[in-house]
């Protein structure tokens, strides 16, 4: 850990009481046990890092479930769509990492660059306030919880802030309203978690849609069902339960103009890979083939969308197959105050792999440059302007010319 970091730590749990300084000596020794990964990595982060951008307008971003890069991209047989058809289009990051475990706070880090907290490593059983913190000068929240305060930004809100339009499609939100809303889906504040297992029909995750984890988005109701919609099918159809005028993605896709500048796809538990045998729907013989079979349906659309021709479309893990699999980190990641071991057993999410597609990428591309999820959103911020959130500010490489090969489309 910094010794900036340290001392912005060790002041504010002392503001807080919340917990003892052998805590931020913990997380010293977490960070220390990522310093080999990150130094390896020095000299390919220099060359990943760009002063010039290409002009993408559009990002596309799909997350999926629980898999590392072994079983993924290093098995071709398992997945093939996604293992071979993908990278032969644009460019395979081989070495990018998570940023912990469990699943929740790898999707809090991505849209926000907050790192993990005991309360998100946990999946926010309860769908609780987060409490007790302190902003650090690095932008860090020092509590612990779930829902962050409304000061704490999160690249909806910046865009937002910026006049850009963005929306989270979350695969089956609504589908049992019983559960959850068709739009802002989330449960009651403090409130037990009931989207934690897929039912019958229905296997949207709250843990995996990261928006509805700010009140700076929740406490506005009218934003938030505005921003955080239904996927809807690949015919446009939506939920019995959405609202008037709600529109999914494959609607959204017709015109550049109604393509968000961000948009964030989650699969439904099923989709992702996490779960495998599927409950809300049937599945295929393995997690790889669910998730090949989603991105065969999702990805020519994308693709072939107007909004595409100054797009970039990332599709990556949110963490490895578990903290006992691989709990490796890259990038010069930090724990943060909330939890000195972000990967519970280690100082990261795992080595998950992620591949990107644009017209500014040429069919092939290999890059070996180490990212992870702060790098993505510092990436995303980078490409639209925006200043860089808590950790993402603190990356080594943000996506480069050995990802944009192709710099004039």
């Known amino acids: 850990m910094s010794r900036a970091r340290l001392l912005a730590v060790m002041g504010a749990l002392a503001l807080v009481a919340s917990a003892a300084p052998a805590a931020a000596q913990a997380g010293t020794t977490a960070a220390q046990a990522g310093t080999t990964a990150t130094q390896a990595g020095t000299t390919a982060t220099r060359a990943g890092t760009t002063a010039t951008a290409p002009p993408v307008r559009h990002v596309f971003v799909i997350m999926l479930e629980n898999e590392s890069y072994a079983s993924t991209f290093g098995d071709p047989a398992a997945d093939p769509y996604l293992a071979q058809t993908l990278p032969a289009q644009g460019a395979l990051l081989q070495d ?222 949110d963490e490895s197959e578990g903290p006992q699999s691989d709990s490796a980190s890259c990038c010069g990641e930090l724990p943060g105050p909330g939890s000195p071991l972000p990967g519970i057993t280690g100082p990261g999410g795992g080595r998950v792999g992620a591949v990107l597609l644009s017209p500014f990428i040429a069919p092939g591309t290999v890059s070996t440059v180490p990212y992870n999820h702060y790098a993505s959103l510092a990436s995303w911020e980078s490409l639209f302007g925006l200043p860089r959130l808590a950790d993402a500010a603190g990356v080594t490489a943000t996506f480069g010319p050995d990802v944009f090969t192709r710099p004039g489309g």
Request: glycine share 10%; proline share 7%.
């Open 96 to 317: 990018y990492y998570a940023t912990g475990h469990e699943s929740n706070d790898n999707y809090i880090s991505i849209a926000s660059g907050q790192p993990p907290n005991a309360e998100n490593q946990a999946d926010c059983q309860i769908f609780s306030d987060f409490l007790g913190g302190v902003t650090l000068p690095d932008g860090v929240e020092s509590g612990e919880g779930c829902v962050y305060p409304a000061p704490v930004q999160n690249i909806g809100t910046q865009l937002s802030a910026a006049g850009r339009n963005w929306k989270a499609y979350e695969e089956d939100m609504g589908n049992d309203p019983n559960r959850e809303t068709a739009a802002c889906g989330h449960p009651a504040l403090n409130s037990q978690d009931q989207t934690q297992s897929a039912e019958a029909g229905d296997g949207y995750a709250t843990r995996h849609d990261p928006f509805v984890y700010f009140h700076s988005v929740i406490d506005n109701p009218t934003y938030c069902d505005a921003h955080v919609v239904a996927l809807g099918s690949p015919s446009g159809a939506m939920p019995a339960a959405s609202l008037a005028g709600e529109t999914g993605l494959a609607t959204d896709l017709r015109r550049a103009a109604t393509t968000p500048a961000l948009s964030f796809i989650t699969p439904d538990l099923c989709d992702d890979g996490h779960d495998s045998p599927c409950t809300n729907e049937t599945g295929g013989g393995s997690a790889a083939a669910d998730i090949d079979r989603f991105l065969q349906t999702w990805v020519p659309k994308i693709t072939a969308s107007p909004a595409f021709r100054d797009g970039l479309l990332e599709i990556t893990f």
